[in-house]
């Protein structure tokens, strides 16, 4: 059974304060919590119904704390409109970051977190295993950005870095600014490493990061639409440049 203070805790992750104090975020439903075991991630704790302890109890280490919950608590300490069976606390230290190789995204205040999130998964749908996170971005371990994500998260690596990082990536490798008035990307040569650069749901790239841009890129449009959703655009511009 899960006690008052646990689900205060548990409760207190929604919140960037309190997630930074603990050092951990919340992951939930079967199929993200089966990837962080598989992939031997350090999980704080496990909360869980009988049935999907039943079934997966062979899978989990001895030492991983684990609760038994019913429905009802689940629903309390959960962020899902609908509980799917599991949910577990992850430490942020269990996930690595290394040194960029390759292709890369960086993100200039993106904060919409379905933004985020699917930003992300398409990260890891065409290999990009770096996104740097700069200005007011969400924070990529808001419980609605983890789920968006569908486990993603745990494959991608992600940290935020200030201005004079930016500038040290930019002598390193090739940024490439995604902006209405860039170059058609339709004529862009792709190259062994870049780093696209995506701005603000409403405000774009700001004008530091544009000065340490390469060049500037835009997907040419037919309609009359007045921009596209950064996620959407995203999506569009690494098929464009990476395949």
């Not at 609760?67 to 409109?81: K, N």
């Not at 998964?121 to 200005?135: K, L, N, S």
């Amino acid at each position: 059974m899960i006690t008052k203070a646990q689900v205060k805790h548990i409760r207190s992750l929604e919140d960037k304060k309190y997630r930074s104090e603990s050092g951990s975020f919340v992951v939930e439903g079967d199929k993200m919590v089966l990837e962080l075991i598989q992939n031997q991630i350090e999980i704080k704790h496990i909360y869980a119904t009988k049935n999907w302890i039943d079934i997966h109890r062979t899978k989990l280490k001895i030492t991983t704390p684990l609760t038994e919950v019913i429905d009802s608590e689940l629903e309390r300490i959960s962020f899902l409109s609908s509980p799917n069976q599991v949910l577990a606390e992850v430490y942020f230290s269990s996930l690595n970051f290394n040194e960029i190789s390759g292709h890369a995204l960086l993100l200039d205040s993106i904060q919409d977190p379905g933004n985020m999130g699917s930003i992300i998964r398409i990260a890891d749908w065409f290999g990009i295993t770096h996104v740097y996170c700069f200005g007011q971005c969400v924070d990529v371990f808001n419980p609605k950005v983890v789920q968006s994500t569908m486990g993603s998260l745990l494959r991608v690596n992600i940290r935020s870095i200030q201005i004079d990082e930016v500038a040290e990536l930019s002598s390193k490798s090739k940024l490439i600014g995604a902006t209405l008035g860039g170059e058609n990307i339709e004529q862009i040569s792709k190259t062994e490493q870049m780093i696209l650069v995506i701005g603000n749901e409403s405000k774009g790239i700001r004008h530091e990061i544009i000065d340490l841009c390469t060049q500037c890129v835009t997907i040419p449009k037919k309609g009359h639409a007045e921009s596209l959703n950064a996620a959407v655009a995203t999506g569009i511009l690494c098929h464009a440049l990476l395949c």
